[in-house]
Nanobody, 113 residues
């Protein structure tokens, strides 16, 4: 069973930047994504990337966040720039294998105003 481990969260001021990383315990052939769940909100897709590098972003982060992956390192990244208080959330890494969702434990991002 693949394990996903996120890192890179923290506290940052409005306008600041953070880079999240998600390391998988094995080779991931499927798309990988970043989701987030803010206080009192449902979990939502932030960005996703295929193994070949095709990307998709939520409208709310388009132009500010960049997802990338290093297939050799089984790692996906989320570069977050121009952060806003509404980006405050727990960020989760995700992939689907054999029709089953796999999630990391999450990393918390807090953006202060």
């Amino acid at each position: 069973q693949v394990q996903l481990v996120e890192s890179g969260g923290g506290l940052v001021q409005t306008g600041g930047s953070l880079r999240l990383s998600c390391a998988a315990s094995g080779t991931i052939f499927n798309a990988m994504g970043w989701y987030r769940q803010g206080p009192g909100k449902q979990r939502e897709l932030v960005a996703e990337i295929t193994r070949g590098g095709n990307t998709n972003y939520a409208d709310s982060v388009q132009g500010r966040f960049t997802i990338s992956r290093d297939n050799a390192k089984n790692t996906v990244y989320l570069q977050m720039n121009s952060l806003k208080p509404e980006d405050t959330a727990v960020y989760y890494c995700n992939t689907m294998i054999g029709g089953r969702n796999h999630w990391g434990q999450g990393t918390r991002v807090t953006v202060s105003s």
